[in-house]
């Protein structure tokens, strides 16, 4: 099976395997079977579950642990980063994920998602730009596509930060949600990303 799963993406240039990244507050590492309860407590609250299009409601702790068997393997390409701050509980998540666009087959899908109860913190932003920081250390000719619902602010002026620039805008079906949601697509160059200044004070 994990063979098969690697055969289906021949032409990925691959990044190295999810690393453990360190930023100035949070510890970024693979994910574990025990993160199981930790994920569910997040992604059940609707306030967060509502800005993400592929989480349904409601959302269990097998629903974590279906996840985590086919990410937490290590057989997918894709980075899938669990982030914790100060005592290794699961507070959120990272991933870059390859999927071939428009924008060409080394292009990487960026994906995030932060417990509420660490919202206005400047945590997402610190590891979204950490996790890209060494991404682009790979992969520095990568495209990293990425995208917010239009309601979620938020996301949006955490991508501005970075460097991402709007590039479409469509319809995509929120699972939490039960329909179709406006959604903005955005794209990041390397030559545009800009980790110092989306973390400065």
């Known amino acids: 099976m994990n063979a098969a799963l690697l055969q289906a993406t021949p032409s990925v240039v691959l990044p190295a395997p999810c690393p453990v990244i360190t930023s100035e507050r949070l510890m970024l590492r693979p994910h574990r079977l025990e993160d199981a309860t930790a994920i569910a407590e997040s992604l059940s609250d609707f306030k967060v579950a509502r800005m993400l299009a592929r989480v349904p409601q409601p959302y269990h702790?097998?629903?974590?642990?279906?996840?985590?068997?086919?990410?937490?393997?290590?057989?997918?390409?894709?980075?899938?980063?669990?982030?914790?701050?100060?005592?290794?509980?699961?507070?959120?998540?990272?991933?870059?994920?390859?999927?071939?666009?428009?924008?060409?087959?080394?292009?990487?899908?960026?994906?995030?998602?932060?417990n509420r109860n660490h919202w206005d913190l400047g945590y997402m932003t610190e590891a979204v730009a950490a996790t890209l920081e060494q991404f682009f250390r790979y992969?520095?000719?990568?495209?990293?596509?990425?995208?917010?619902?239009?309601?979620?602010?938020?996301?949006?002026?955490?991508?501005?930060?970075?460097?991402?620039?709007?590039?479409?805008?469509?319809?995509?079906?929120?699972?939490?949600?039960?329909?179709?949601?406006?959604?903005?697509?955005?794209?990041?160059?390397?030559?545009?990303?800009?980790?110092?200044?989306?973390?400065?004070?």
């Open 61 to 114: 702790r097998q629903d974590a642990l279906d996840w985590l068997v086919s990410h937490a393997s290590g057989a997918l390409p894709d980075w899938m980063l669990a982030i914790t701050a100060g005592d290794d509980r699961h507070i959120g998540m990272v991933s870059l994920e390859s999927r071939p666009t428009r924008f060409g087959s080394n292009t990487w899908r960026l994906g995030y998602w932060l």
């Open 139 to 201: 992969l520095p000719d990568a495209t990293i596509s990425s995208g917010a619902f239009a309601d979620n602010l938020a996301s949006l002026n955490i991508q501005k930060k970075l460097g991402f620039r709007i590039v479409d805008a469509n319809q995509v079906f929120s699972l939490a949600r039960n329909r179709m949601v406006p959604h903005v697509e955005t794209l990041l160059v390397p030559e545009d990303f800009h980790p110092t200044a989306a973390i400065r004070p």
